[in-house]
């Protein structure tokens, strides 16, 4: 009897039950006791004279008269009762449920809870609730559900598992940390997540659970951080100083200071034993790409591989251009792989890399399949790593020897939440661009400015700029009314006239097509080119110097930033014009914030302020890993308090050897790890 025991060995889930229970996340015993509520109905009886107005309160009192149902609109209901409460008369209102008319009777004793509304001295009544059950309890836990998986029946079985796996349940935070912030052990905090009786027990049950979700993934860090920094548990590099320097010294610029710094930065962890585990970080156009192409001819020149990971096709087309371009003269084989590559071109590129003939490769996920082997993999570098999670870097890192990883990002976060992403790893930071960037002119229009809008593209054009004009939709749809793609480029291509080249991109597009567009865009044979976001991250065409971003208020701001860092890439000056008419206060905020700062770490502190709790999309922009419970930002005390806590039991038992460790020690195996969704 285990909790991993799958969740067919309670009573009443068969095939059918377990498809709806798996949809919700919940396959084992286990899951289903860590399916937590996301909040609770208060059902103690409340006096009228303390609740305000739209609080949800349950109230008690006597039924006045027989309920009567009447109908509005087509197919809507409402059944009014009226409840004497002390002496105040109650309305109670429930909408669409008719049958309850039935439930209630003139002089009966009712209790239910709602809604209520002080000012009317009424109730949208949500639930009716049992007079005369002692037992029931006070505060009912209201679960995520679906079709399939209702209230009563998940809380059955929540019960049943409790009942007979409760014993099994082990506390993975160890006890003396759960002392010090006098946290509840894992079984206590089960229970009373799921049957609180007071507010105060549901409080301590979650304040509990967040820091155990926050305590897991930071052990998880804590522990590769220390696999890897184990003296010799890494490769090292010895690259040629010479071939390097000389080949930095070929380059059309020279290195900014920071780009400098990093470098030296880098190659010292190469060099020496240890296993590099680095973050490099640089707003957008501060010159990543080449850090990186400079760190993989390192590897190269010791005889290594390296492999160069990024999120999409387009990026990787670009780079590889851009890297067989740079590495033309020199004997350095690149090599690309993406998940359109056809079989037979496939099986030679993958025979190549496992012979060591490849020396540099880029890919998309492509490159962490199964079947990808290398002869041997020294450096593999991560770009837009925010698009990744931690559970793919491993991937990448267990394709090698022991390769060094780099990762870059873009987004950067700021620094009180960059330990919970990147705890794990050491950080290199660009903080200066390229000199003779100038910085971006962002102004907001609304959408009925757009004629105007139209004209600036055109005379961007006639003077030989270059415009991207972004859309969050590819085709019309139905269901929402966004500007789209493919009207977008059809009316651009009528307002602009014959003399102006568009054309248009998007995801959907097949990838040679998607290659010849790109290729004709950097070669300037374009001048306006329509797009969805797959040129979000990463593309470089120093020439482009209008950014129009359609919508604008849909994307989040780390997206936006992003969109924006396309342009601004050379000396000429660069404007980004954002269209929207934005229908909600975060919506006019994020465009206020857009047209008011260019510095990607100001962008990334507005948006963890902005961002609503459960912004799911928003948190992976950003890089932050998806929590269930904890909210990396509201929460940020549990969060430094478990980060430390588990700092430290590392310093002190690095490989969880201590009795008192043995239960995270198993939460930690690799099942458990994935099961927690530290992917
Ligand atoms: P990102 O950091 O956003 O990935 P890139 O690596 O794509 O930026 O670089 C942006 C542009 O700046 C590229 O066109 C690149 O060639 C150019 N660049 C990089 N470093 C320098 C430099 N030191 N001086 C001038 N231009 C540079
Ligand atoms: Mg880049």
Same mark, same amino acid.
């Given at each position: ?23 919700? %996340? ?41 309920? /009567? ?20 008369? /109650? ?11 039935? *439930? ?10 709602? #809604? ?39 809380? +059955? ?29 894992? *079984? ?95 707003? /957008? ?91 041997? $993999? ?20 267990? *394709? ?37 960037? #100038? ?25 030989? %700029? ?43 597009? *097949? ?17 306006? $080119? ?17 950014? /129009? ?15 924006? %860092?396309?342009? +601004? ?50 948190? #992976?922009?950003? +890089? ?56």
């Amino acid at each position: 009897m285990s909790l991993s025991d799958p969740i067919t060995v309670l009573s009443g889930v068969g095939a059918k039950r377990a498809e709806g229970l798996e949809a919700l %996340g919940i396959k084992t015993v286990g899951d289903v006791l860590f399916y937590f509520p996301f909040r609770y109905d208060d059902l103690q009886e409340r006096d009228l004279e303390s609740a305000v107005d739209g609080e949800k309160i349950t109230i008690k009192g006597t039924v006045v008269a027989d309920p /009567v149902v009447s109908r509005f609109g087509p197919r809507k209901t409402r059944v009014n009762i009226r409840l004497r409460v002390e002496n105040v008369v /109650v309305m109670v209102t429930f909408f669409n449920q008719p049958w309850l008319k039935d *439930k209630f009777h003139a002089d009966q004793q009712a209790a239910v809870y709602g #809604k209520w509304e002080a000012s009317r001295a009424s109730m949208v009544g949500m639930r009716v609730l049992a007079t005369q059950d002692e037992d029931s309890p006070s505060l009912a836990a209201i679960y995520p559900l679906s079709q399939s998986v209702h209230q009563k029946f998940l809380v +059955g079985l929540i019960k049943e598992a409790f009942e007979k796996y409760g014993d099994q349940i082990e506390s993975v935070v160890p006890a003396a940390i759960r002392t010090h912030f006098r946290l509840l052990e894992d *079984k206590q905090l089960v229970a009373w997540m799921h049957f609180p009786e007071t507010p105060q027990q549901a409080q301590l049950a979650r304040r509990s659970a967040i820091f155990r979700e926050f305590f897991l993934f930071e052990a998880k860090l804590q522990m590769i951080k220390h696999r890897d920094t184990a003296p010799a548990a890494g490769l090292s590099i010895p690259f040629d100083n010479e071939r390097l320097k000389s080949f930095i010294s070929t380059l059309s610029f020279e290195l900014t200071n920071a780009q400098k710094r990093v470098v030296n930065e880098i190659c010292a962890d190469m060099r020496s034993e240890r296993h590099m585990n680095r973050l490099l970080q640089g707003d /957008v156009g501060s010159g990543k790409t080449i850090v990186a192409a400079i760190c993989m001819y390192a590897a190269v020149t010791a005889n290594f591989q390296a492999a160069l990971m990024v999120p999409t096709e387009v990026l990787a087309e670009q780079h590889y251009q851009k890297l067989h371009k740079l590495f033309e003269p020199l004997p350095v084989h690149v090599s690309i792989l993406t998940s359109s590559a056809k079989p037979a071109g496939r099986r030679a590129i993958l025979a190549d890399l496992a012979s060591g003939e490849t020396d540099i490769i880029i890919g998309t996920h492509a490159l962490i399949q199964k079947d990808v082997n290398f002869a041997n $993999l020294g450096l593999a570098i991560i770009d837009e790593q925010h698009r990744f999670g931690v559970g793919q870097r491993e991937i990448l890192r267990s *394709k090698g020897l022991k390769p060094d990883v780099l990762a870059m990002t873009a987004t950067p976060i700021p620094r009180t939440l960059a330990i919970t992403a990147y705890g794990e790893m050491d950080v290199s930071t660009i903080d200066e661009l390229p000199a003779g960037r #100038k910085p971006v002119q962002t102004t907001w229009v609304h959408k009925n400015e757009f004629g105007r809008v139209a004209d600036q593209i055109k005379s961007e054009a006639h003077t030989g %700029g270059q415009t991207f004009v972004i859309t969050p939709l590819i085709a019309e749809s139905e269901k929402v009314d966004l500007q789209n793609a493919e009207s977008v480029f059809a009316d651009l291509k009528q307002r602009l006239g014959a003399n102006v080249s568009v054309a248009l991109l998007h995801g959907q597009m *097949k990838t040679e097509e998607k290659e010849d567009i790109m290729t004709a865009f950097s070669a300037g044979k374009i001048d306006v $080119l329509v797009s969805t976001t797959v040129i979000e991250v990463g593309v470089d065409v120093p020439n482009a110097t209008m950014m /129009v971003i359609l919508d604008a208020d849909r994307f989040g701001l780390a997206q936006l930033h992003q969109l924006r %860092g396309r342009v +601004g890439r050379g000396s000429k000056a660069a404007r980004c014009i954002l269209v929207a008419d934005p229908s909600t206060d975060t919506g006019i905020s994020r465009m206020d914030v857009m047209t008011s700062t260019n510095d990607g770490f100001v962008v990334a502190q507005k948006d963890l302020e902005l961002r609503g709790q459960g912004d799911i999309f928003g948190a #992976k922009q950003s +890089g932050m890993p998806d929590f269930r419970l904890g909210d990396p930002v509201g929460d940020f005390n549990i969060l430094d308090a478990a980060q430390r806590s588990a700092s430290e039991l590392f310093t002190l038992d690095p490989d969880l050897n201590q009795a008192d460790n043995q239960a995270l020690r198993r939460a930690l195996s690799a099942t458990a790890v994935a099961a927690a969704g530290l992917n």
